[in-house]
């Protein structure tokens, strides 16, 4: 089983001291044979059809860690005097490809421009000839030179630990007694075969080859670059399935993992901590999954100093970065500090690399894919396509369905209302994807389109006589439509609302094992009278508090009627003590608010122009001090963020909760969505965000074009 090497020594060439590592090339053992002889064969058995060693199929930007894995084997091949036909091809290999070697588009392995140039050196004095040419030849010895320049003279911890990790590029020059400073408990260096052996051969440590030995029998002639990797690639693997949207697949597997986790965790494992990248992740991923772990490992990274005096720091591993900013954005209790201090450098550092151009914000969005793309599995990409296009088909006969319905009820004859329909079922796509929770996405599309025709029908559409007249059907409920209605608009209204809110009541009791009717009218009624209220404020020209206008606002943003019904078709049982609860409606109060503030601070400039007031508006009125628009929105989106976290903190809440954590989750999904419709502008009222919400919908996945 070859493995590639990020590092670009192939891990499973032979070696005189480990399979894995270059460092055969430098050291013998006392007979002046491989110390593993069986890996010696390995590599005479499993070069590629190309000339080369490492993965097969590689990625075309890959072809430096295929130079340097190559150039590796040659020159073991040659210091054994072995396998002169693998050695002829593999030098062909590196005459035709060796202008890869100085392209700045291919991807470098860690440590290349200072490994190869050495393996070079070193191949010369075995007498192997290179077909490099004296151009290409200067060029790397040129880039090494700079590469070793680069922080000359820094005391900087990052530096030597990046010294140490690419030893196998400096041989004898190396200061080993520091670079065994960085020897972890298992006997490693870094968890890397190729500079552990690097070690071995130049301080003959025991540990080191106790844990190359250990590779060995695990793996038997060929080792991982990395090992152990365990944790970091299980979390990565979940992170990866859950991005693809088949975690929900996987829940015993995924449990199983998070569960070994957080043993390690409680364990204080180096496999968990000394990493910055796979710690972090398995913060972020334990405490969304409900487990109790503590913020103070990130005391460390809370320092400004400290990132710098990693090896990942000292590569700008923008990866990691993202990693700790996503974790930090996990605050749940009041006293965590160090998150907030680490959310602030992290996304101070993120955003300063944007501004000065060193990345770009597709190449966070890329870092971000990884996780959902190059899982290294294609069955499970073929898993995520297939299960997409099964879904996304049943989820365009909902949408077809939902057409006719809106046909059906006439609600497309009421020309002043938005016609919203893709849009409402998008968020319910985006919040409720599974197939089997097609009763909950119709009931969230249905009171989605509702609440925009009423919202339309209060704002423009109606007079005040039709709007008290609407009310007071709903309040009456068993009414003669033709004879209480007093137009057209409200018969309308009335009946979609009537036979809608019968047939979710209808599906909700065989889901719930009771009538729930009576709550979903008193949604629709709250809803109703704070928008009564907002066009009273409107025609009588009041300016209320910031208070009452958010008291009122949250209701009136309209989300009740979607989120609410939805959580009797999610699947837990909810009896009436758990609906009248206050922790739900803290949940919908504070998603309510974030969703409000959201729409004011996006519409502001259009609502201004139309006369009409909202919270932008009214904190410039009453504003304390404070009363310029940017200022105004500055404080009002930290407000948000505050709000955001108080909701996740409830979400992830486990102790003294009574909802159920797939119901509490709908709150999270819908702020979440919330974020994408108001990211740039009011994504809801403009049509920006209607190709997207058709491609997610209308256009399958073909899997050979990912």
């Known amino acids: ?116 140039p050495a393996m070079i050196e070193y191949a010369k004095n075995l007498d192997l000839n290179i077909p490099l040419g004296a151009t290409n030849l200067e060029a790397l010895v040129h880039k090494g030179e700079l590469e070793l320049k680069r922080g000359y003279g820094s005391n900087s911890e990052g530096r030597r630990t990046y010294l140490a990790y690419v030893s196998e590029g400096l041989g004898k020059s190396q200061n080993w007694e520091m670079v065994m400073k960085y020897q972890r408990e298992n006997g490693s260096l870094f968890n890397s075969p190729a500079t552990t052996a690097a070690a071995f051969t130049h301080h003959k440590n025991s540990g080191c080859l106790e844990y190359l030995c250990s590779l060995l029998e695990k793996f038997g002639n060929a080792v991982p670059t990395v090992y152990p990797l365990d944790i970091y690639a299980r979390l990565f693997m979940i992170d990866s399935l859950e991005r693809l949207g088949i975690g929900r697949h996987f829940r015993e597997e995924i449990r199983s993992v998070l569960d070994e986790t957080y043993r390690y965790w409680l364990q204080g494992k180096e ?64 006293d965590e500090s160090i998150l907030e201090k680490q959310n602030f450098l992290t996304r101070h550092f993120l955003r300063q690399e944007l501004s000065n151009g060193s990345i770009h914000t597709d190449q966070l969005n890329n870092i971000l894919a990884k996780s959902s793309l190059n899982i290294g599995n294609k069955d499970f990409l073929k898993l995520a396509v297939e299960d997409f296009n099964i879904c996304q088909s049943i989820h365009r006969e909902e949408l077809s369905q939902l057409a006719r319905w809106v046909t059906e009820n006439r609600l497309d004859k009421l020309k002043f209302a938005r016609q919203k329909l ?35 029908f209060f704002d ?12 007071q059907l709903v309040e009456k409920w068993d009414v003669n439509v033709s004879a209480d209605c007093c137009s057209e608009k409200v018969e309308i209204i009335f009946s979609a609302l009537h036979s809608t809110i019968c047939e979710i009541g209808d599906k909700a009791s065989t889901w719930q094992g009771r009538s729930v009717i009576s709550d979903v009218i008193d949604i629709w009624l709250n809803l109703l009278k704070s928008m009564l209220k907002e066009a009273e404020w409107l025609r009588d020209k009041s300016v209320p508090t910031m208070d009452e206008y958010m008291t009122n606002g949250y209701i009136s943003f309209a989300l009740g009627p979607i989120v609410l019904p939805a959580l009797y078709f999610v699947g837990p049982k909810l009896s009436e003590e758990v609906v009248r609860a206050p922790e739900i409606h803290h949940l919908f109060e504070l998603m309510s608010t974030c969703g409000r ?110």
């Open 422 to 456: 893709a849009y409402c079922y998008f968020s319910a796509v985006a919040t409720l994807s599974p197939s089997e929770l097609s009763d909950a996405r119709i009931s969230w599309a249905k009171n989605g389109v509702l609440t925009t025709v009423v919202d339309d």
């Open 1 to 116: 089983m070859p493995f590639s090497v990020s590092g670009g020594i192939l891990c499973s060439q032979a070696a005189s001291v480990v399979p894995g590592s270059n460092v055969e090339t430098k050291a013998k053992s006392s007979a002046l044979a491989p110390f593993f002889p069986q890996c010696v064969n390995w590599l005479l058995d499993n070069q590629l059809c190309d000339g080369s060693w490492g993965l097969p199929n590689r990625d075309p930007f890959l072809v430096k860690d295929a130079l340097l894995s190559t150039l590796t084997c040659v020159v073991a091949l040659k210091q054994w005097d072995v396998g002169e036909e693998q050695m002829n091809n593999g030098l062909f290999f590196i005459e035709s490809n060796i202008a890869a070697a100085t392209n700045e588009k291919q991807l470098s392995p860690i440590g290349f421009d200072i490994i190869f």
């Open 597 to 706: 503030l959201l729409n004011d601070i996006q519409s502001f400039k259009r609502e201004s122009d139309e006369g009409k007031l909202n919270a932008v508006s009214l904190c410039i009125i009453h504003g304390d001090g404070i009363n310029i628009e940017e200022e105004v929105i500055k404080e009002m989106k930290n407000f948000i963020a505050s709000k955001r976290r108080e909701l996740l903190k409830l979400v992830l809440q486990e102790k003294g909760s009574v909802v159920p954590r797939a119901c509490k989750d709908l709150f999270w999904n819908m702020i979440r969505v919330l974020h994408t419709f108001y990211r740039k502008d009011d994504g809801f009222t403009s049509d920006e965000m209607i190709n997207a919400a058709n491609a997610i919908i209308e256009e399958p996945i073909v899997l050979n074009v990912l």
């Open 460 to 471: 423009v559409g109606g007079s005040e006589e039709e709007l008290v007249n609407l009310i």
């Open 271 to 334: 496999e968990v901590f000394l990493d910055t990248a796979t710690c972090a992740m398995a913060f972020r991923m334990l405490r969304v999954n409900g487990y109790d772990v503590s913020s103070d490992p990130f005391t460390r990274f809370s320092q400004e100093d400290h990132f710098s005096s990693t090896l990942g720091g000292y590569l700008n591993d923008t990866g990691a970065i993202l990693e700790l900013y996503r974790a930090s954005e996990i605050i749940i209790h009041p």
